[in-house]
């Protein structure tokens, strides 16, 4: 069965370094997010992308984080200057086109800020 | 704002027992309401959606069913099995980011 992919499992990063976290969405799917989840406490929602360009953000995501899809298959969420409150899980999802299609998870990415 | 609780916050049940897991959202006005299933240290696997104009969805042993008018789902997991311990999150839908509830942590005795 198809499933959206994220790289690296890991990463770690001193404060104030940038990182990119790497997603590959379900081929044929056309929509996608990423979400957070800091350790303990709820998944939330951070961005939504769909035809090249962000359709929906929440306070979360300020001017720190951005989201591309450099190529056919990559979506990428890259977080400027780091801070420790930034260490938590992040998910990327996709999903495909109708409101009766699934979002689907990946199995996320720990983001580790020393 | 959305916001989502999940009753109970943790829940042991001897193996075989059917069980009910409670979701409650403050804004009827969902696209649609999944379940997802997480195992520690993974990501999200998605059990059921249900759109805001269907009332249940069914899938093996799981049936998940909604009320937008009293802003509620339930899921429903028939003669639970050690296998099915994990943390299980409900998930409101609006246009397009899921508002998560903090889950139901669930453990099935042997």
């Known amino acids: 069965e198809p499933e959206v992919t994220q790289t690296p499992s890991h990463q770690v990063t001193q404060m104030g370094q940038e990182v990119i976290l790497r997603c590959v969405p379900i081929?044929?799917?056309?929509?996608f997010y990423w979400y957070r989840q800091i350790l303990g406490q709820k998944v939330e929602f951070l961005v939504s992308?769909?035809?090249?360009?962000?359709?929906?953000k929440s306070e979360i995501f300020d001017d720190q984080f951005s989201v591309e899809r450099p190529d056919g298959s990559n979506f990428t969420l890259k977080i400027r200057s780091t801070k420790l409150e930034d260490s938590a899980m992040y998910f990327c999802?996709?999903?495909?086109?109708?409101?009766?299609?699934?979002?689907?998870f990946g199995d996320g990415t720990r983001l580790s800020i020393l | 704002k959305q916001e989502v609780t999940q009753i109970p916050a943790a829940l042991s049940v001897p193996e075989g027992e059917n069980l009910v897991l409670n979701c409650s959202f403050t804004?009827?006005?969902?696209?649609?309401l999944q379940w997802f299933r997480q195992d520690p240290g993974k990501g999200l696997t998605s059990l059921l959606l249900?759109?805001?104009?269907?009332r249940e969805q069914t899938s093996g042993r799981l049936n998940a069913s909604l009320d937008k008018s009293s802003g509620r789902s339930t899921l429903y997991i028939a003669a639970s099995q050690p296998g099915d311990s994990a943390t299980y999150l409900c998930?409101?839908?609006?246009?397009?980011?899921?508002?998560f509830g903090k889950g139901t942590h669930l453990i099935i005795q042997p």
């Open positions: 804004d009827s006005a969902i696209y649609n």
């Open positions: 249900i759109q805001s104009s269907q």
């Open positions: 081929s044929n799917h056309l929509y």
């Open positions: 992308f769909y035809n090249n360009e962000i359709s929906e």
């Open positions: 999802a996709s999903r495909g086109t109708g409101n009766d299609q699934p979002q689907h």
């Open positions: 998930a409101g839908g609006g246009a397009d980011g899921l508002t």
